[in-house]
């Protein structure tokens, strides 16, 4: 198996006589991943990023042929057991200390440059800074490496594998059993239970707090989603995947900066909760904590009515986008 990455080509060969099932699941995952790619702007650098995404989606696969993983952070060793989820460059696990048993999760970021390391870096600094915020997640440790050396660890048979200028990142973090507000959602909506007011009050409560200790650090506008809250054994929500959030403010100076913000949007932030000025934005704007609010109204419609206020025009065949900008969301007739 050769695996290939340069600068603005990939090149895939794999050397197998019966990996039919493994062939369906590239395409699968192929068709899963065009698809949510809708209604997102389409330039040279968003098709480099599709390339990694889709490098770093098949780098995953192969991973998760030979589930014995062995991970270090500082000597503490950890088997990784399952991924949990991904998002647009990153995968969660789900490790176990081998010493202690306990359970961990660990996000796992694939970074092709220098800029995106120093994203992933503001990160892990976002979680020192906000350690004692109960409800923002805590990191637990990190480790950078290069993405061959885990590649090296997995195979170990000679497979050559070359990933220019590619760096992962690995970042362990407590484990919440509970899922995310987004799996609680999922199952109410299935079972038409609606959440009751006061705890419904409580959780967005948390998220405020949450969202407040991030904005006394940064003034940009944080990825809002209830996939993005985690709850605790108390039922408390946890704000966690910082890293949409940025140490420094952002202002549209010119066009090129737009297509800039447009295209932090579309890979940082849900389109179902995305501030209407980070679908069109215009030269002078300025990125701030501002667009938070308007992701907060969407996340606590959510928490009332098990989805985004502009989904249901997205589920009809409408344009998001106008619905978005024109404000344009119903209220369910079938509701407390």
């Known amino acids: ?57 098949w780098l995953d696969m192969f991973r998760c042929m030979n589930n014995a993983e062995l991970v270090t952070f500082n000597e503490r060793v950890f088997r990784i057991r399952k991924r949990l989820g ?17 359970l961990y999760a660990m996000k796992r970021i694939v970074c092709h440059d220098a800029v995106e390391q120093r994203n992933v870096e503001n990160e892990v600094k976002l979680y020192e800074l906000l350690d004692r915020c109960p409800n923002v997640i805590s990191c637990e ?4 490496g290069p993405a061959a050396a885990y590649e090296a660890a997995i195979h170990g048979q000679g ?11 690995n970042i362990l973090l407590p484990y919440y059993k509970r899922g995310t507000i987004q799996d609680e959602l999922d199952w109410r909506k299935i079972s038409g239970d609606f959440m009751a007011e006061t705890r419904l009050l409580s959780l967005f409560n948390d998220i405020c707090n ?9 003034p940009q506008p944080y990825a809002h989603r209830p996939a993005n809250v ?4 108390d039922d408390s929500a946890v704000l966690m995947d910082l890293g949409s959030a940025r140490l420094a403010e952002f202002t549209v100076v010119n066009e090129c900066r737009a297509r800039q913000l447009q295209d932090y949007a579309a890979e940082h932030c849900s389109m179902y909760y995305r501030a209407p000025e980070l679908f069109a934005p215009n030269v002078g704007d300025k990125l701030d904590e501002r667009s938070d609010i308007w992701s907060l109204g969407c996340l606590l419609y959510a928490l009332c009515f098990w989805e985004s206020p502009f989904e249901y025009t997205f589920d009809k065949g409408d344009s998001l986008m106008l619905a978005v900008l024109s404000a344009n969301y119903r209220i369910p007739t079938k509701s407390p």
């Open 1 to 57: 198996m050769i695996i290939k990455f340069n600068s603005f080509s990939i090149y895939w060969k794999l050397i197998a006589s019966s990996q039919s099932e493994s062939r369906g699941n590239l395409h699968f995952i192929n068709r899963r991943f065009l698809l949510t790619r809708k209604e997102e702007p389409c330039n040279n650098d968003s098709i480099y990023r599709a390339i990694v995404r889709m490098s770093c989606v």
């Open 86 to 102: 991904e998002g647009a460059f990153s995968f969660v696990y789900l490790v176990q200390e081998r010493s202690t048993g306990k």
């Open 141 to 144: 440790d990190f480790s950078i």
């Open 159 to 169: 497979d050559e594998l070359s990933c220019d200028k590619m760096v992962e990142i």
């Open 210 to 218: 949450g969202l407040n200790a991030l904005h006394s650090l940064t």
């Open 230 to 233: 985690l709850l605790n054994d």
